[in-house]
């Protein structure tokens, strides 16, 4: 991918789905290990995101390329997180994540959402500069977070202007 492709965000179509998953796969095992929550999401995403009420957002690049994905996910309780953050490693460093990122702020802001919330690994400190820039700020991190390599848990509040 050269600097003058474009890329767009768009939402999630079945034929997506490899593509979400082979980005998701690939940053997880970069730096961890697959979790049976990572497994279910990135195996069935239609199932186990999108029809509990998630939504998943793809980037693109003008030649149709999926270069990045994002995930709102609606957890149990009915709160939103924001998951599946990946960016191909040939075009990181282009503000694609933070394309992805607020795509999904954005959907949450229309669904009357009043906050967003996230886990990550302070390994991943690019990613945690971009969360910390978006207005996120470090919350107790919960006791059974469903991901053994989450180590930091940040929100953002939607309520504030």
Same mark, same amino acid.
């Given at each position: 991918?050269?600097?003058?492709?474009?890329?767009?965000?768009?939402?999630?179509?079945?034929?997506?789905?490899?593509?979400?998953?082979?980005?998701?796969?690939?940053?997880?095992?970069?730096?961890?290990?697959?979790?049976?929550?990572?497994?279910?999401?990135?195996?069935?995403?239609?199932?186990?995101?999108?029809?509990?009420?998630?939504?998943?957002?793809?980037?693109?690049?003008?030649?149709? =390329?999926?270069?990045?994905?994002?995930?709102?996910?609606?957890?149990?309780?009915?709160?939103?997180?924001?998951?599946?953050?990946?960016?191909?490693?040939?075009?990181?460093?282009?503000?694609?994540?933070?394309?992805?990122?607020?795509?999904?702020?954005?959907?949450?802001?229309?669904?009357?959402?009043?906050?967003?919330?996230?886990?990550?690994?302070?390994?991943? =400190?690019?990613?945690?500069?971009?969360?910390?820039?978006?207005?996120?700020? =470090?919350?107790?991190?919960?006791?059974?977070?469903?991901?053994?390599?989450?180590?930091?848990?940040?929100?953002?509040?939607?309520?504030?202007?």
């Amino acid at each position: 991918m050269n600097d003058r492709e474009r890329v767009r965000v768009v939402d999630y179509e079945p034929r997506h789905r490899d593509q979400f998953r082979a980005l998701n796969v690939a940053w997880i095992t970069e730096y961890f290990e697959m979790e049976e929550p990572d497994r279910w999401q990135l195996d069935h995403p239609d199932t186990h995101i999108i029809a509990l009420g998630g939504h998943i957002f793809i980037a693109e690049s003008s030649t149709g =390329e999926v270069v990045g994905t994002s995930a709102l996910l609606r957890g149990e309780d009915g709160g939103y997180w924001l998951a599946k953050m990946a960016v191909a490693p040939h075009a990181r460093g282009r503000g694609i994540g933070r394309l992805l990122a607020v795509a999904a702020i954005e959907k949450a802001r229309s669904l009357g959402v009043r906050q967003v919330a996230l886990l990550s690994n302070t390994v991943l =400190e690019p990613a945690i500069r971009l969360y910390r820039s978006l207005g996120f700020i =470090e919350a107790p991190l919960p006791s059974d977070t469903g991901h053994a390599r989450a180590n930091i848990h940040m929100v953002l509040d939607l309520t504030a202007n």
